[in-house]
């Protein structure tokens, strides 16, 4: 009877790992800086009669799935 063995690259497992670490720190980055650019949209906005609102509402739908997807 032959048994069927699975090996598994240790170090290539731990790039994967650092790999999706720093992918996961990108996300982090994008969503603070998404969320910086929606508050000084929000302040602008009275200057604009409300073209950057909708730019803010724009970006505070996109900003929740950005942090969500760090998880």
């Known amino acids: 009877m032959a048994t069927d063995e699975v090996f598994m690259d240790i ?3 731990e790039n994967m790992a650092k790999a999706f670490n720093t992918f ?15 508050i ?3 302040a602008a906005a009275w ?3 409300g073209a950057t609102a909708a730019a803010a ?3 505070d ?3 929740p799935n950005v ?5």
Not at 24 to 38: F, H, I, P
Request: glycine residues 6%; positive net charge; proline residues 3%.
């Open 11 to 13: 170090p290539q497992v």
């Open 47 to 49: 200057f604009s009669f």
């Open 61 to 63: 739908r996109i900003q």
């Open 67 to 71: 942090k969500k997807s760090r998880r």
């Open 24 to 38: 996961g720190e990108v996300l982090d980055g994008v969503s603070k800086a998404m969320q910086a650019l929606s």
């Open 40 to 42: 000084s949209l929000k």
């Open 57 to 59: 509402a724009y970006i």
